[in-house]
């Protein structure tokens, strides 16, 4: 049996699709992979496919993300939708995938930055390989209707925001280049393209928006989303100030469970972050052990070189961890 690793063909979209939604049981819709790989307005994608007898049973993907490092702009590439057809696995179609991207990639830079993000059944292969490193498990942090409600009620509330629905994203821009970063190293940069890219142009995936004003000026936005166990991830949070942070996360908390009927409201948990501290003050908690409630930890893994900007890209308390860090 030959096994051929080259880039993707466009040709080859309809294959590719079925073959997604046989692996992952989801149908991402037909325009996702032209969604993904071309209308990044980062960049386009790298895309490697394994083929048997000319047929697609397998593909991996780089994507171009934008970062601030030190506060400038850098390309990191995420790798994404690593699928191979269950018929074929365990025949190193893996392995072979991997070093194709990364081949292909080093020809098109001298220094390149690559992560995955959330891979627990590949987290392993792609360690095994030397250029990989495993930086970080991420665990959750999570917030309890019940409790929430009740510990809000014995302590001091002060309003400050007015919390509301908004679909009006033409104002984005200059909302966008004025939100507080954090002092985190690494972060992922965000702009008025690539949120409607990332969230609002999304094939598939469902996102809500909330908008916090204070004194009638935007201050805040949050999107989120809700999963399968009808729970609901915070997905991205901006702001422009950090000193209001816990009263701003429990407003938004307050509207959340008032107007969807969850029990719980999670997200990552930020290690050293304004954010973590913020929902530590409003009640969320974090699960200890390796099973129960939001017991699984996605794994963040890199590879690339050692430095970047004169940072240490393989150390994980230079990163702002944030649930839209995934694809």
Request: glycine letters at 4%; one cysteine or more.
């Amino acid at each position: 049996m030959h096994i051929n690793i080259c880039l993707y063909d466009k040709k080859k979209h309809k294959e590719l699709y079925f073959l997604f939604k046989k692996c992952f049981n989801i149908d991402p819709g037909k325009n996702y992979f032209k969604w993904k790989f071309d209308d990044n307005p980062s960049g386009i994608a790298i895309t490697a496919i394994a083929l048997i007898n000319n047929n697609i049973v397998g593909s991996f993907s780089l994507i171009p993300e934008q970062f601030l490092v030190n506060k400038k702009k850098q390309i990191i590439f995420q790798g994404v939708d690593l699928f191979i057809d269950p018929n074929y696995q365990g025949k190193g179609i893996f392995k072979k995938l991997v070093v194709f991207i990364e081949k292909e990639i080093s020809k098109k830079y001298n220094k390149y930055y690559l992560f995955v993000h959330n891979v627990p059944m590949s987290s392993k292969g792609f360690v095994q390989n030397k250029r990989w490193e495993l930086i970080r498990k991420i665990k959750y942090s999570f917030c309890n209707r019940y409790l929430f409600n009740l510990l809000s009620l014995i302590t001091k509330n002060e309003k400050i925001f007015s919390i509301s629905e908004f679909s009006d994203f033409s104002n984005l821009d200059s909302f966008l280049s004025n939100i507080y970063y954090s002092n985190k190293k690494i972060f992922k940069f965000i702009n008025a393209k690539i949120f409607n890219w990332r969230f609002v142009n999304h094939p598939y995936k469902k996102y809500f928006y909330l908008q916090a004003k204070k004194k009638n000026k935007l201050y805040s936005i949050l999107v989120y989303s809700k999963d399968t166990k009808n729970r609901i991830k915070i997905e991205y949070l901006s702001y422009i100030d950090e000193s209001k942070n816990s009263i701003l996360i429990k407003e938004y908390l307050k509207y959340l469970f008032k107007f969807n009927k969850v029990s719980f409201i999670y997200s990552y948990k930020n290690i050293n972050s304004t954010i973590e501290s913020s929902f530590k003050k409003n009640y969320f908690m974090n699960n200890p052990f390796q099973k129960g409630l939001f017991s699984f930890n996605p794994s963040f893994i890199v590879s690339g070189e050692d430095k970047i900007d004169n940072l240490d890209f393989y150390n994980h308390k230079n990163y702002e961890i944030m649930s839209s860090i995934g694809d």
